[in-house]
């Protein structure tokens, strides 16, 4: 029977092998992926990386409040700037 020391070493000797062929395997399925890709001229909305995910990003909200001695604005969303705080907001309201 392996003892104790002989059983560990023969495990990282079986993970360093591991990690080997892990990446040579990898390596082998990117350049087929590459290949693939060239060969039909696959593009990337096609494999489902569109940049729709970017363009669902939400836009700035338009300023609802403005400082009138330096024009800074702030949209009515998080935390109030120091200018506002503890005033009344109808003062700073912007006119549309």
């Known amino acids: 029977m392996a003892t104790y020391r002989q059983l ?3 495990l990282e000797k079986l ?3 591991m990690e080997q062929a892990r990446e040579q395997e990898v390596t082998q399925a990117i350049a ?3 290949q693939k890709i060239a060969e039909f001229g696959i593009t990337a ?3 489902g990386f569109s940049s729709k ?3 669902a990003r939400k836009a700035a909200l338009p300023p ?3 400082n009138p001695k330096t024009g800074e604005t702030w949209s009515g969303r ?3 700037p120091g200018w506002l705080a503890g005033k009344n907001r ?3 309201l912007i006119d549309e």
């Open 45 to 47: 909305e096609e494999l």
């Open 53 to 55: 995910v970017r363009a």
């Open 15 to 17: 993970q360093k092998e």
């Open 8 to 10: 560990t070493a023969q």
């Open 32 to 34: 087929d992926i590459k």
């Open 90 to 92: 109808d003062k700073f």
């Open 78 to 80: 998080g935390r109030a």
């Open 64 to 66: 609802k409040y403005r």
